[in-house]
């Protein structure tokens, strides 16, 4: 099954004062959801840092949220945050379209542009249409670490981190990403030329990423799904977390790759176009 994961645009906040949420935070949010939702069906948990709400039942809300949930923060505190979220957030797992539509109207009067999830920071809440697949769990698991350990960071590099691990796997006890259903498209582009330069992507504002000509989505997983591949992304996400100068991440991109970007990018086109994605 093709995990999915269709973001809209989110605005970062501006940054909190305070630290992640307590045990004590977590178990009255928890007490105070399962009074609101009391003969709604939902199952309600405490996963920390997060609050998990869902509708599939009891085992199964308790097998996402210890198994998948679990399991993917805990490989990317591993490999990229040291600080979790500083804000309680709510996991919204709605088992179908239909039960995830009818609750984001419900319980945070949205009416979602994509079938699959949203981060929503203004209501500190992950919504979810689960039964896809839980790529896009994983995918916006990413952003509200982000917000709290690199509130700078550009468009391209939250929603290119985001989207590689929407397929993510465990590998030497690490994260990784596979290729994925967006590579058909963006292998289309490169044929068709549609593709701007890298130093493009990587300074499109947050307007211009989400609103682009060409398939920034891909553009930034597949960039950094190269990094990964060639051993490489941590030590660019370090470098560009410690930047307070280069905003667009294009100073770091070079010092890892030991090259210029312009000499860099037909190597990366060629690499893309020589991908496969075996059928997800």
Known sequence: MKTLALVPVFLLAAGHASAEPTQKELEARKASLEEKLKGQGFTVMIEAPFVVIGDEGPAMVKHRATGFLRWTVGLLEKDYFTKRPDKLIEVWLFGNEKTYRKGAKKFFN???????????????????????????????????????????????FNEGLASLYERPVEKAGHIVGLANWRLPNLKRQINEKKLPALPVMLGTSRSEFYNASFDSYAYARYLLMYLQEQGKLHAFYKKFLADKKDLTGQTALEAVLGTDVATFEPTWRKWVLALQTDGH
């Open 110 to 156: 949205d009416e979602p542009d994509t079938p699959y999830g949203y981060y929503s920071p203004s209501a500190d809440a992950l919504i979810m249409n689960i039964g896809p697949g839980a790529g896009t769990l994983s995918h916006e698991l990413v952003h509200p670490y982000i917000e709290a350990n690199f509130p700078s960071a550009p468009a391209w």
